[in-house]
């Protein structure tokens, strides 16, 4: 058994890589599981075949290769070809099998063979790594995990040991160990790009940030640590803040992106009054219902010039020293079902969060999205006026602005992007359940808010004028560790607008949001980058660009960005025209599919012809079952002739040995085995005690030949073979219907053992 699971150790990771780097030659099917399954049977019967040494190993193979016979001939004959040519990637996969059997066995056995092996592997992987863009990285993991093996050996090798020298033994031993680093290495993930020295600065601020939270955790670091600026979902309020000049992301857009760009990352719903967090984390398609949202509403206002409101706009992102699971983008992004150009992701709450490894080093994805011109008076007016779409305004919009491949997933009838009408209606009730907590206002906040308000006649001109209040504080990123008092909104509100009266943006973020929601307007905290543009294609997104600003629920119209923050509200707005040919580039909406392809009903229409039932075809299963059992039938018959004639080459003496073997494997079965030390006739005495002395009879025949020096003879054979029938009774009588099972194991028996 160890040498089995020592020629294990090379000869399975070595047919894993070479499956790995030939299935993309071999043509195998989509699922790679398949490919590799096949593999690794193929290896397992070749083990099998090597280290099994009764003739009943043959029974695997052949079986399998009378299935496949079998499931090539329920083929009509004109598509055996076509068949046969379509699955030659079974037979690369199990010739690959076979070499890495061969391979592996001269590597476990031959140290010259291993040593060879070991140093061109290292060349193939380096090789690999430099020149192909995307390895397996499970292979490569695999690859050097037969070098360690390698290395591991040669230690050992030149390593004087005492006591226990079985370096085979030793190998197997300590493998479990080295596979475990294999898989740690394996799940840790891998930049696209090779490392940089930034890596070890990166390491360092996250052992710093741990250092950090640690010490929070257990020594209760009070609100008056000094935070780093810097894009976190963690929604404390810190009492200092420090500015680092660290470049985290590179945002590349042209003009008509704004000179200043909102880049949303964490939403969050719940204030306690210290901190914030985020309740609302079920996964959904809310950020596209927003676009939507605000797409309907502006052609309901005014279809004949949505460009004078919305301009369509495409930036890219790319990370540099920055590692997150959060994907950013500004308001109104135009999002896929299932990826951010190739990275999967998933709306969680107010978030894009990725499905797969984290976002880091190099990481690269466009975003598209519609930006407001909300700066403009007519935008505004919009704002004051519009209404909440109907059922074939929303239903004629998301058709026409939704991405092309969202139309095509529909149209084939496979999946939904979830913002049906019925879906808006449903996420509306959402958006009013975590986003429109109740906030208690003290007698001298709402006297002033009832004064500030007066001639508002809209819910977007009640969020101007808090803006604009808080916009006239004062701004400061010393602002001191909150009152012990203040542990709930209300205290909040009433510290912050009536004592303190300056905050860096989270104070004014929150300021805001919780005036909104007294108003009964839905409001939100974001985190995210404030990235001055200023008319730049290319900006380093700075560290120091972290920011926090609120967003606005307006019935019918969707989120709205406003800014509080002291000496961050920037004035951008682009002309309102009424010509089509003057309204330049922005705003294009994305390519329209036809009439008929938009046309829902029509979507998940078939083809209209009718399919005949179609019944089970037996012969498809009958052929290669049959097939199957015609082998193990001429198998089974072969065999039982060549134990026949092992058996009846023997002398009288050797069919007695044989014979007994039987009888003993009998009683084995019945649960009668002889203990350690005891003769044949103690046994006999042990056992005849409840079997009775007849079927035992050739147990005392035994004890003489085998120590009195008695010489077999036909009449010992008689004896044996008359108690061998006696138990068979008794052997059928104990195991009912599994007897020929067993029957089968006993007439097996090597006869030709001496």
Not at 273 to 280: E, F, I, K, L, V
Not at 282 to 310: F, P
Request: net charge negative; hydrophobic share 40%.
């Amino acid at each position: 058994m160890m040498n089995i699971l020592y020629d294990l150790l090379y000869m399975i990771p070595l047919c894993i890589v070479v499956t790995a780097f030939g299935e993309p030659e071999f043509g195998g099917p989509e699922k790679k599981i398949f490919t590799f399954a096949v593999s690794l049977i193929v290896l397992g019967i070749c083990v099998t075949l090597k280290h099994w040494k009764n003739r009943m190993k043959y029974l695997i193979p052949g079986a399998l290769l009378a299935l496949g016979a079998g499931v090539v001939l329920i083929h009509a004959p004109e598509g055996r070809g076509e068949f046969l040519w379509n699955s030659q990637w079974i037979l690369w996969t199990a010739l690959a099998s076979v070499a890495s059997f061969f391979v592996g066995w001269l590597w476990a056995n031959s140290r010259r063979a291993r040593r060879l092996f070991s140093a061109v592997l290292l060349v193939a992987l380096i090789l690999v790594m430099v020149f192909f863009r995307d390895p397996v990285k499970a292979a490569v993991d695999l690859g050097f995990f037969l070098i360690i093996l390698c290395v591991v050996d040669e230690i050992q090798h030149y390593w004087k040991k005492s006591g226990t020298v079985d370096a085979r033994g030793h190998m197997v031993s300590i493998a479990p160990f080295l596979l475990v680093l294999g898989l740690l290495v394996f799940v840790i993930p891998a930049p696209e790009n090779p490392y940089d020295w930034r890596f070890a600065v990166r390491i360092f601020e996250q052992a710093s940030y741990y250092v950090k939270w640690t010490s929070k955790w257990f020594g209760g670091v009070s609100d008056d640590y000094n935070a780093t600026l810097g894009f976190s979902d963690d929604g404390r309020f810190w009492s200092n803040l420090s500015k680092r000049d660290k470049t985290q992301m590179v945002l590349s857009a042209k003009r008509d992106a704004g000179d200043v760009v909102y880049l949303r990352g964490k939403v969050m719903d719940t204030f306690d009054g210290r901190n914030w967090t985020a309740t609302y984390e079920e996964e959904n398609h809310d950020s596209m219902m927003d676009t939507i949202e605000t797409l309907s509403a502006v052609t309901k206002y005014d279809e004949e010039y949505i460009r004078n409101y919305l301009w369509r706009v495409e930036l890219k992102l790319k990370y540099e020293d920055f590692t997150t699971k959060y994907f950013f983008s500004p308001l109104k992004p135009v999002l896929g079902i299932d990826k951010i150009s190739e990275i999967p992701y998933v709306q969680q709450g107010g978030d894009l969060i990725t499905t797969g490894d984290p976002l880091g080093y190099k990481t690269e994805y466009p975003v598209i999205f519609y930006r407001m011109n909300q700066d403009h008076v007519g935008f505004q007016e919009f704002l004051r006026e519009a209404e909440e779409p109907d059922k074939e305004t929303w239903e004629a919009t998301r058709t026409r602005y939704e991405p092309l491949d969202v139309v095509r997933d529909r149209n084939a009838g496979t999946r939904d992007s979830g913002t049906s009408y019925e879906d808006y209606l449903a996420y509306k009730e959402r958006i009013k359940a975590y986003y429109l907590q109740d906030v208690q206002l003290s007698d001298e906040v709402s006297a002033f808010l009832e004064k500030l308000f007066e001639t508002a006649t809209s819910d977007f001109d009640k969020l101007a004028r808090i803006e604009a209040y808080l916009a006239s504080m004062e701004y400061t990123d010393t602002p001191g560790k909150l009152p012990d008092s203040v542990d709930s909104p209300e205290a909040f509100l009433e510290y912050f607008l009536r004592d303190k009266k300056e905050g860096y943006c989270s104070y004014f973020a929150t300021a805001f949001v919780l005036l909104a929601r007294s108003q009964g307007i839905p409001a939100r905290y974001v985190q995210g980058f404030y990235v001055d543009k200023y008319a730049d294609e290319v900006v380093d997104v700075k560290s120091a660009m972290a920011h926090a600003w609120p967003e606005a629920y307006l019935d019918g119209i969707g989120w709205i960005a406003f800014e509080p923050t002291p000496g961050k509200k920037y004035i951008n707005a682009w002309t309102f025209k009424k010509k089509v040919k003057d309204m330049g580039p922005a705003a294009a909406p994305a390519p329209t599919p036809s009439t008929e392809q938009l046309d829902p009903d029509k979507m998940l229409e078939g083809t209209g012809e009718e399919e005949e039932a179609v019944g089970i075809n037996w012969g498809l299963i009958l052929l290669p079952l049959g097939l199957v059992l015609l082998f193990l039938a001429a198998f089974l018959l072969i065999d039982f002739l060549l134990v026949r004639m092992n058996y009846r080459k023997l002398d009288e003496a050797g069919r007695f040995r044989a014979t007994c073997r039987k009888n003993q494997r009998i009683l084995g079965y019945l649960g009668y085995r002889m203990e350690e030390g005891e003769t044949l006739a103690e046994f006999y005495d042990r056992v005849s005690s409840e079997l009775g002395e007849e079927p035992l009879g050739y147990l005392l025949e035994h004890e003489l030949i085998a120590y009195a020096g008695k010489q077999p003879n036909e009449a010992s054979l008689a004896l044996a073979t008359r108690d061998l029938g006696a138990l068979l009774v008794l052997l059928k009588e104990a195991k009912g219907r599994w007897y020929f099972w067993y029957r089968y194991q006993i007439y097996r028996m090597d006869a030709g053992k001496k």
